[in-house]
């Protein structure tokens, strides 16, 4: 339907033939492309997105607030679904990543502090055969847990020593995964490590941590907003910036994703060494999650549409562009997809099991064949962009 869809816009976008004489040297005559609608459409969509992603983390702080002062069972597991519901809106908003825009434009960007990883778990707390290790455990290096002390410890000494973020959280609620992969295990950290007298040493500073961390998700997350909501410095900025300039960058953003983050750091570097360290959410197992957020993330920006947000869409202006190329990224898109989806879960599994290996080998190729057809997307648009 998207093909259909996209030949048909190619009579409302692109070509007016003038037949002034009764040779054939009339030229065909294209009209403006409504690259300022995709644009737009693109800054709305970015809004949405993050709303949602920062009401999810409201929820996911509600829910470690309610556990931090009853730490139950109970309220473990809802805190643990809670930050998996939270991940779902996130994992969609990578794609708004690489495209010089806040979230990741420079060291002081807060991408850092959301979604960092590979994290050095014993950063932060014990590990299996280290009692004491960790920020937690140190009382005399850190005797304060607070969001300034977290948010200043942060890649201290390393870019593996990630303090606060998602997957800061992911390890407090899960820890470790020290299973084997065929089991289908996630971490089976126990919630009494966050009650006085517990499993563990330092409860207090632990549920002080957690909650310290949901605290810091909310900030974060709201700087976003700000950047982006209408008539937020960075839209005014982006909504004004050369079209070309814009459309160079969300283009090259999608392909960097696809091609040289998603399919090769968050899945090539995994399957190559076969270790479920490498994975984006290892202690959770909702890697697989992870990949098909990504990856919607990269349709939502190609096809213009996200939750309640549609409109004119990269899709439909280079299609109407060159309808054969828009027809082959548009089925470079569809491939990904079904290929991504018929990769195993948990991700640890898909990249260990000798039968499910060639599945997350053939999903990386696709991914990498999307990143490159992004790329000849803009060339037919007039855009040079090179893959980060």
């Known amino acids: 339907m998207k093909?259909?869809?996209?030949?048909?816009?190619?009579?409302i976008y692109v070509i007016t033939i003038l037949s002034c004489s009764d040779d054939d040297s009339n030229p065909i005559i294209a009209t403006p492309l409504n690259?300022?609608?995709?644009?737009?459409?693109?800054?709305?969509?970015?809004y949405k997105n993050y709303q949602d992603a920062q009401t999810d983390a409201e929820n996911l702080k509600t829910a470690i607030d309610a556990f931090v002062t009853t730490p139950t069972d109970a309220n473990f597991t809802v805190a643990k679904t809670a930050w998996k519901t939270a991940r779902e809106s996130y994992g969609t908003t990578e794609a708004f990543r690489f495209a010089n825009g806040p979230i990741d434009i420079d060291d002081n960007a807060p991408e850092g502090l959301l979604n960092s990883w590979p994290l050095d778990e014993n950063y932060i707390d014990y590990v299996d055969g280290a009692a004491n290790s960790g920020i937690i455990n140190d009382l005399i290096t850190n005797p304060i847990i607070s969001k300034s002390v977290l948010e200043g410890l942060n890649t201290q000494g390393g870019d593996?020593?990630?303090?606060?973020?998602?997957?800061?959280?992911?390890?407090?609620?899960?820890?470790?995964?020290?299973?084997?992969?065929?089991?289908?295990?996630?971490?089976?950290?126990?919630?009494?490590?966050?009650?006085?007298?517990?499993?563990?040493?330092?409860?207090?500073?632990?549920?002080?941590?957690?909650?310290?961390?949901?605290?810091?998700?909310i900030d974060h997350l709201?700087?976003?907003?700000?950047?982006?909501?209408?008539?937020?410095?960075?839209?005014?900025?982006?909504?004004?910036?050369?079209?070309?300039?814009?459309?160079?960058?969300?283009?090259?953003?999608?392909?960097?994703?696809?091609?040289?983050?998603?399919?090769?750091e968050r899945m090539f570097v995994a399957y190559t060494n076969q270790n479920q360290e490498d994975e984006h959410s290892c202690f959770s197992d909702n890697t697989h999650r992870d990949i098909r957020l990504n990856l919607q993330g990269i349709a939502n920006v190609y096809r213009g549409s996200y939750s309640t947000i549609s409109g004119v869409s990269l899709e439909e202006i280079i299609t109407a562009t060159n309808p054969t190329l828009g027809a082959q990224i548009t089925a470079a898109l569809v491939l990904a997809e079904t290929s991504v989806e018929a990769t195993a879960t948990p991700f640890d599994y898909a990249i260990t099991d000798a039968g499910q290996r060639p599945q997350v080998a053939n999903a990386v190729t696709e991914l990498q064949t999307l990143g490159d057809k992004f790329v000849e997307g803009g060339i037919a648009l007039g855009i040079n962009i090179t893959i980060q």
């Not at 093909?3 to 009579?11: E, G, M």
């Not at 690259?35 to 970015?46: D, P, Q, T, W």
């Not at 563990?200 to 941590?209: K, L, S, V």
Request: hydrophobic residues 45%; contains cysteine.
């Open 222 to 264: 709201q700087l976003m907003l700000d950047e982006w909501k209408p008539s937020g410095n960075y839209r005014t900025t982006f909504l004004a910036e050369n079209p070309d300039t814009v459309l160079k960058n969300i283009l090259g953003a999608i392909a960097t994703l696809s091609k040289s983050e998603l399919a090769g």
């Open 3 to 11: 093909v259909i869809k996209a030949y048909f816009l190619l009579s």
């Open 160 to 217: 593996a020593n990630v303090s606060v973020g998602y997957h800061a959280i992911e390890f407090l609620l899960w820890g470790q995964d020290l299973t084997a992969p065929s089991t289908m295990q996630a971490g089976l950290r126990p919630y009494t490590d966050f009650v006085d007298g517990g499993t563990a040493a330092n409860q207090g500073r632990r549920r002080d941590y957690l909650a310290a961390c949901a605290d810091l998700l």
């Open 35 to 46: 690259k300022s609608g995709v644009i737009e459409n693109y800054a709305n969509m970015v």
